[in-house]
């Protein structure tokens, strides 16, 4: 029993304790629902104790009830005085103007940023144009001159390099049959003959002793002596291709190559030792970042310009005026701030007059969220 009235009294007095009734009208209406919960969540958590002290003490908790219900009673006449007064309409006001102010502060941050990105932009494309004045500079010196006959010097040789493996390739096929049944009956060049078959290129130019020729020799003798079966027409055929691979022209390709690719080196040594070629590659690769930075502002840009688009501050104080006017009974005028320090001047005060005006005068055409300049 004695546990019992403690809690109830600890409850108790803990629900009275966190009633705090707000000064400002505008916050009655979220006081009245906290209560509300509070009462309720009290209730179910003191009906067992409430109900042994009924026992024992029916005077004392018989008062203390009809105590909170007093209250109850109070909360709800206020409920009833908050509801008839108009606040609910008074505060729809205040927030219309609040919207104005925060719509205001939204649209010259936005004009700031894009004013930034202005800057930023026309500083971007100034970099650009003394980037690219510098590299159509150094295009026209006597070092890049050089260095551009280097590397089409380059280019040529490894256009001849290719055309040589290709005739390689050409070669190795030719022959590709008799080479695959070769291979077959080859146990002491088996491998190679097989690697001639799948990579012709690199195995010939791997090839440092020339044993293709080797190869070409005994293949020769294989289908000379019957030992590697071909039908006549192909066999006569095939002997022809074999002997298109002479110790002649294996030599001069694979001595071309060689040449071809001491050359190669040369020159990949002298253009990497070149200093204006890593000059124009520093200079080619800001100029890359600087068009992607470009575009990515000037995409910024355009989505700032467009969420200022959005920004209808004219409409939101032409509804504003008009909700106003209807809670009133008098005409509200709204003159919307040209800057953003004229938003933030108590224009939030002003509609606690009686008049709800803002600040005075009327005027809510679109262009005042968006000025000519802002376009």
Do not use: W
């Not at 179910?44 to 109900?51: D, G, V």
């Not at 989505?303 to 008009?322: V, W």
Request: hydrophobic letters at 35%.
């Amino acid at each position: 029993m004695q546990g019992n009235r403690e809690a109830y009294i600890k409850r108790a007095s803990m629900f009275v304790e966190k009633i705090e009734i707000p000064s400002d009208p505008y916050e009655a209406e979220k006081f009245i629902k906290e209560f509300n919960i509070r009462l309720d969540s009290f209730e179910k958590a003191t009906s067992k104790a409430y109900n042994v002290l009924q026992e024992f003490f029916a005077n004392e908790s018989y008062k203390i009830g009809q105590d909170i219900k007093s209250m109850d009673r109070i909360i709800k006449n206020i409920t009833e005085q908050v509801k008839n007064s108009g606040f609910a309409k008074i505060d729809e006001g205040r927030s219309s103007i609040t919207r104005i102010n925060n719509s205001i502060a939204k649209r010259d941050e936005i004009r700031n940023k894009r004013q930034g990105l202005k800057k930023e932009i026309a500083e971007l494309k100034e970099k650009m144009r003394v980037n690219e004045q510098e590299m159509d500079t150094l295009k026209t010196s006597d070092d890049f001159k050089e260095l551009a006959a280097l590397e089409q010097k380059k280019s040529a040789l490894k256009e001849q390099k290719e055309e040589l493996e290709h005739e390689i390739g050409l070669m190795i096929s030719s022959i590709a049959p008799a080479l695959k049944k070769y291979s077959r009956i080859s146990l002491e060049r088996e491998k190679l003959c097989k690697d001639y078959l799948f990579a012709p290129v690199k195995t010939f130019e791997n090839d440092s002793g020339l044993e293709i020729l080797k190869i070409a020799e005994g293949l020769k003798n294989a289908i000379t002596d019957s030992s590697l079966e071909l039908k006549d027409k192909k066999k006569d055929k095939m002997l022809a291709n074999i002997d298109q691979i002479s110790a002649e022209r294996v030599a001069e390709i694979s001595k071309r190559i060689y040449d071809i690719e001491t050359q190669v080196k040369e020159l990949s040594q002298r253009i990497s030792d070149s200093a204006v070629r890593d000059r124009y590659k520093e200079l080619k690769k800001k100029h890359e970042k600087l068009k992607k930075d470009l575009k990515g502002a000037k995409t910024n840009l355009n989505l700032a310009s467009r969420a200022l688009q959005d920004i209808d501050i004219g409409k939101l104080a032409h509804d504003a005026e008009e909700k106003l006017a209807r809670i009133s009974g008098r005409k509200v005028n709204i003159i919307l701030p040209n800057s953003q320090a004229e938003s933030q001047a108590g224009q939030a005060d002003d509609v606690k007059k009686a008049d709800f005006s803002a600040q005075a005068g009327k005027n809510h055409p679109k262009d005042q969220a968006v000025g000519e300049d802002d376009r």
